[in-house]
């Protein structure tokens, strides 16, 4: 498949893929090799416009987590990319073809192993039952595609000083999907975990914590909830889901690895998030 990217300029602004999208809405099936190819060049089009973290030990922390769980779960033969992204919106989003990314804000949230791999597992999923695919395919082109960002991220036109929350639009549109397919993952993530020797209980607890942000400050969370329909009713759904598992699965599931609070100090200390 050859989707050619093109730039769609406005206000001095530029919103990337419109032909990629366009490319994606001709075909009556993407087969996993074309998912593949168009999340490789929407992906290169994220890292030019997102302040994607270049430590090396929190890259390979974040890949090695991710990893594990992808090769207890999906075994299509796609590589999956991890990013951790500097900035402090709580925020994570999938791309088709397994690239997926974790703001830093979110990682700061996540205060033991098993919430952040539940983040992990729920965007893993959305890979795995191919929703952002099927977002993909449905847009039929450019117009769409703009529309569909600023609508997420902005509710309207952008002007010309939103040069950060456009970097993150395309991001949005990946992260948005509708409450069937959120559902989906939750419940997957739920198995994912077991399957990957992390506790499922890491979802609800770092769901809870956002819903309280929320009522502090709702501001630092917006992004999360703009992107992520979260509700008390999801939450319950997925205790309903953990209470399915036998106990004595439960049991031995790890909560927190030093290895993860290492890389969440080694994110502590990156330099602050570009303005
Ligand atoms: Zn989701």
Sequence with gaps: MTARLTRVRRSGQ???????????????????????ELGQQYAAEINRELPIVQDAQVSSYV??????????????GLRYTFYVVNSEAVNAFAVPGGYIYVNRGLIERATNASEFAGVLA?????????????????????????????????????????QVGLQVGGSAYFASYSRSAEREADMEAVDYLVRSGYHPGGLTTFFRKLLDERERRPAAVEQWFSTHPLTEDRITEVEQRIAQVPSSSLRNLRRDTDAYQQFRRRVSQLSPPPR
């Design 63 to 76: 890949n090695e987590l991710g990893t594990s769980i992808v090769n207890r779960v999906d075994q299509r």
């Design 14 to 36: 530029v919103l990337a893929l419109g032909g990629l999208v366009a490319a994606a809405g001709c075909a009556p099936s993407m087969t996993l090799q074309q998912e593949a």
């Design 122 to 162: 729920h965007e893993i999923a959305h890979v795995v039952e191919r929703h952002s695919a099927e977002q993909l395919q449905r847009a039929q082109n450019a117009n769409l595609m703009a529309s569909v960002v600023y609508g997420v991220l902005l509710g309207r036109e952008p002007s010309g000083v939103e």
